[in-house]
């Protein structure tokens, strides 16, 4: 008997397994979305929760957050309709959702509305997929190299000059599409903000049990993370207030 034949069970049962751990996320959630239509939050709950030790993205972020909030979890809650919102910036449903559970927030910051620009920003960087402006640089620069190529093997004076000039009105787009994948990686690697969630918690004057206390936040409050000095967060609340907190009572967006 060959070795090619001895190892064909082998790899069939490893192609098995493969396709198998791939079918596996999607009978989750095909579970965990029946779960949910039939009002049982707990049990859709637990099965997104297993996708997610091993997927993650906007819609799955968004399911969790529905789960949360229907089971009264508010800090939850708001912590995954922030990240499902920075997986796509420019859905307006993830956005009303997240403003709904903040209303249910007792500390109410204010904040300043966003502006058109804003909004016109959030709908170009976003999308359902954040590896998007990735995959449009990658081929806007395989386009711009393709076509200075062929600029030089073409011997037609005419036509090497339009792929040339094509070549160079593509660069800047490939530059601006290479920025933005940049601040895409940035937000969703850069964990510049958290959620409360713990029920009340005080901010302190220094990283230390025992300090001044500066201002009382409640679970679901948003933070923006200024530095962390061992167990401890120097964080900034949206009225421009700055102090310190435990790392064990807020997660990272």
Known sequence: ??????????????GLCTVKAA??????????????????????????????????????????AHCHYRLGHIGPAVLHYERALLFAPGDEAIRADLE??????????????????????????????????????????????LLL???????????????????FLLLPFALGAIVLARVRH??????????????????????RNGATKLYLLHEGTRVLLRQRNADWYEVRLDNGGVGWLAAERLEPI
């Open 1 to 14: 008997m060959s070795t090619r034949t001895l190892l064909l069970p082998f790899v069939i049962a490893a």
């Open 23 to 64: 079918m596996a996320p999607d009978s989750l959630v095909k579970r965990a979305a029946e779960a949910y239509a039939a009002g049982d939050h707990a049990t859709a709950l637990a099965l997104f929760d297993s996708v997610a030790l091993t997927h993650t993205s906007a819609a799955l972020e968004y399911n969790i």
């Open 100 to 145: 709904l559970a903040r209303q249910r927030v007792l500390d109410r910051m204010p904040t300043l509305p966003a502006s058109p620009l804003r909004s016109l920003w959030d709908r170009l960087r976003g999308g359902q997929d954040p590896d998007q402006w990735a995959w449009r640089s990658i081929l806007l620069v395989l386009g711009f190299f």
């Open 149 to 167: 190529s062929l600029s030089l093997f073409i011997r037609t004076r005419g036509p090497r000059l339009t792929a040339m000039v094509a070549a």
């Open 186 to 207: 940035g937000e969703l690697t850069g964990r510049g903000a958290a959620i409360i969630m713990a029920p009340r918690v005080d901010v302190l004057s220094e990283p």
